[in-house]
């Protein structure tokens, strides 16, 4: 593969058609695009000229910097009472043999297997069941908190949250508020999908709607939280589809800067009810990389979840806006396994993420989940250290 060429040569190209240099000119000058340049580059934009773009926005923002975590998942159950169409992963109450439902008990020994490893997240996400109620999750937390108080608990998503709080008859203001108490930390971006009613109700219809997704993050960002948000594509919505979503994240974010990362979650064929539909190609995963790290101008940070997109993609993402390829990992989630990626036991030690990064030549820190550095893996050489080759080295932009 190419990689991409500077936006400094893409400035000086005569032969470009004009909104594309217009659009070259606002990322030079540090300019926000709007949602019809957006639309443009996704209708248009070809591969390199995006990843110049994004490459450049990437590197003003963080250099070479690149993060992963130490982190493990808990999924409390893969039984739903929702019926999204695209999940490979769970099983209607009716079919709940086939599936798991995990005791308070099972989950804190899951907790427990971690002792003295220096994981410092626990990644807590599954499908909505009745018995997992606010109660439950309060019992939970504050469980997790007493027995390894520095773990940091992102828990939950507004699918859970909005089945819950209605439940207990809580506000989300008051729900969150016991549930912080508890031990809750931060909240992961999943069930956002398409937030486009047009799509949603093709692919989502009985969990939350997208203005609910929303709703529940501003009032978790206005207590002072973090939170992550997501988008499913590559299945039925169209690109007009993708900007709106993007355009009502940037809209929040701006309102209440309580986003730390957009995570491009790519749809996955395998077991589902839409799996007629075929997956996009490697570049399209790219080209919308590369386009939501252009368009999210007030996202400081950009992931590709190594666990759905594969190592390979998540390598060749460094050049096209990533910045965070997730965590360890550990071959504690199976949303991804179950819908057909090619990381069927999803687990990378830290030395497998460092040379990983550092094939590519970027700059491997090992991050907390609110970003702050804990160890610069830059100068340090493991034990028994692979080199891998055949990788173009890119060159990086000083800021
Ligand atoms: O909301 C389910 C997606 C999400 C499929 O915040 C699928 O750090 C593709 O949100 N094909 C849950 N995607 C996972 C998630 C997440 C993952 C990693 C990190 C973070 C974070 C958040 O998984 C769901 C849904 O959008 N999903 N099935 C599928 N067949
Ligand atoms: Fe349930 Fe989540 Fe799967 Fe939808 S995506 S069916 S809410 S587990």
């Known amino acids: 593969m190419q990689p991409p060429s500077s936006l400094q040569a893409i400035l000086s190209d005569r032969s470009l058609d004009a909104p594309f240099v217009t659009i070259a000119g606002k990322v030079a000058a540090g300019e926000r695009i709007s949602d019809n340049d957006c639309l443009l580059l996704y209708e248009k934009g070809e591969l390199g000229y995006l990843g110049a773009l994004a490459n450049h926005i990437r590197e003003k923002k963080h250099g070479s910097r690149t993060y992963f975590n130490r982190n493990f998942h808990i999924e409390p159950t893969n039984v739903c009472i929702y019926t999204c169409n695209f999940c490979s992963y769970s099983r209607l109450i009716k079919q709940r043999e086939e599936g798991w439902e995990y005791s308070m008990d099972d989950m804190m020994d899951m907790v427990k297997a971690y002792d003295g490893q220096p994981v410092t997240e626990v990644h807590i996400v599954g499908g909505v069941m009745p018995q997992y109620n606010l109660a439950f999750y309060k019992e939970f937390f504050g469980k997790i908190r007493t027995h390894r108080p520095e773990l940091h608990i992102k828990g939950l998503t507004p699918v859970e949250y909005y089945y819950i709080f209605k439940k207990a008859k809580v506000s989300y203001e ?26 949603r109700e093709q692919i989502a219809s009985d969990k939350c709607t997208g203005e609910q997704w929303l709703d529940i993050h501003r009032v978790w960002h206005q207590l002072g939280k973090r939170s992550n948000a997501t988008i499913l594509y590559g299945h039925m919505e169209t690109f007009a589809h993708r900007v709106h979503h993007m355009s009502l994240l940037r809209e929040l974010q701006d309102e209440t800067g309580g986003f730390q990362t957009f995570i491009p979650l790519k749809f996955r064929n395998q077991e589902n009810q839409m799996s007629h539909l075929p997956e996009v190609t490697t570049v399209e995963d790219l080209r919308n990389y590369a386009i939501s790290r252009i368009y999210l101008d007030n996202f400081d940070h950009l992931k590709a979840y190594w666990p759905m997109i594969g190592r390979t993609v998540a390598q060749m993402s460094l050049a096209f806006g990533v910045d965070d390829i997730d965590g360890t990992i550990d071959d504690t989630t199976k949303i991804y396994s179950m819908a057909g990626s090619e990381e069927q036991n999803p687990a990378l030690s830290t030395q497998d993420l460092v040379q990983l990064i550092k094939s590519v030549n970027r700059t491997p820190l090992e991050r907390d989940t609110l970003y702050q550095v804990i160890t610069d893996y830059s100068d340090h050489v493991f034990a028994d250290e692979v080199v891998y080759r055949g990788y173009t080295a890119l060159p990086v932009v000083q800021s």
Do not use: T, Y
Not at 175 to 182: C, H, R, S, V
């Open 174 to 199: 008051e729900g969150f508020k016991q549930l912080i108490e508890a031990g809750l930390d931060s909240m992961p971006g999943g069930g956002a999908e398409i937030f486009h009613p047009e799509i």
